[in-house]
């Protein structure tokens, strides 16, 4: 039995992905979260490397590479 008056806040999950493209002047890869297109450099490794399992600008849950059972990560993939 749940008691009525537990207020709970809760926020819709958002589901993304890691997009990949490399920096040509400083020829390095740039990891770009497909929900909030914020951008990232990282020193070593990749973001699954480094336990990225959330864009840390947006939330969203990351999900590996064309794999995602909701398809909201995959929205706008082909867009550019």
Not at 4 to 29: C, K, Q, Y
Request: proline share 5%; net charge negative; with cysteine.
């Amino acid at each position: 039995n749940v008691p009525e008056n537990i207020i709970v806040d809760v926020a819709p999950v958002r589901h993304g992905r890691w997009e990949v493209s490399t920096d040509e002047w400083f020829e390095t890869d740039v990891y770009t979260c497909s929900k909030c297109r914020e951008s990232y450099v990282l020193v070593e490794g990749t973001p699954k490397e480094n336990l990225w399992h959330y864009c840390p600008n947006c939330g969203a849950q990351m999900h590996e590479g064309d794999f995602c059972s909701h398809g909201e990560c995959m929205e706008g993939k082909d867009e550019k």
